[in-house]
């Protein structure tokens, strides 16, 4: 597993707030809810830098917006499950196709792909 933080800011307490910058559209504080990525984050930083990092954003460079991700709700052991869950996924190569307009506009394999919606 390997992830780079954007940035990271020491707040007046002492602790740390990781911001990851984002380009596409903001999310809000409820789809950001089961966020993962800003949870693993604090948790490298915990084990590697030993720095204690309980507030996490999501930096919306575009719109110029920063999101709170709520990490306090997180459960870590629920973190760990669906790091290792997605990680039996990719090891058994199960990728079954989700497709929607959104998805497959964009996809490079549109065209030779049966699952494209057209």
């Known amino acids: 597993l390997r992830g780079r933080v954007d940035r990271v800011d020491r707040l007046p307490g002492g602790e740390y707030e990781l911001i990851d910058y984002k380009t596409g559209r903001p999310k809000t504080v409820v789809q950001l809810r089961d966020d993962v990525q800003l949870s693993l984050y604090a948790i490298a930083a915990r084990e590697s830098w030993e720095i204690e990092a309980p507030q996490q954003a999501y930096h919306y460079v575009l719109d110029d917006e920063k999101v709170a991700v709520p990490a306090n709700e997180i459960d870590p052991?629920?973190?760990?499950?669906?790091v290792m869950e997605v990680a039996d996924g990719i090891l058994s190569q199960g990728f079954e196709p989700t497709p929607s307009y959104s998805v497959c506009s964009m996809c490079d394999y549109r065209i030779a792909c049966p699952a494209a919606e057209r």
């Open 77 to 82: 052991s629920w973190i760990t499950d669906t």
